[in-house]
């Protein structure tokens, strides 16, 4: 069996991989879930109200200089908890396994 697992192996590392918009598999398990479970809840539209309450009377175009980066790093913030949740699912899975 372990000659099958090297050339499987092989394969894959001489294999490019489209992860689409995502850098990693991590990252395109992310896109994937981030996509079929939309983050639009109560709580954060009341944050977003809140955030262009506090923008009220600036030009539209200083507004999106400020919601861009906002979103950019929420969206930023929250992929990098999903991989972590992952990564420490899948090491309480093998703590798991090896006792």
Not at 20 to 49: F, R
Not at 54 to 59: C, E, I, Q, S, V
């Amino acid at each position: 069996m372990n000659p099958y697992i090297e050339k499987i192996k092989q394969h894959i590392a001489d294999s490019l991989l489209d992860f689409c918009d995502a850098d990693s598999v991590l990252g395109l398990l992310y896109e994937c879930y981030n996509e079929n479970h939309p983050y639009d809840n109560e709580e954060i539209k009341a944050d977003y109200n809140a955030l262009y309450q506090a923008m009220n009377g600036m030009p539209l175009r200083e507004m999106d200089k400020m919601i861009y980066p906002v979103c950019k790093l929420c969206r930023d913030h929250e992929q990098a908890g999903f991989i972590e949740g992952i990564k420490v699912g899948m090491r309480l899975e093998q703590e798991l396994t090896t006792e």
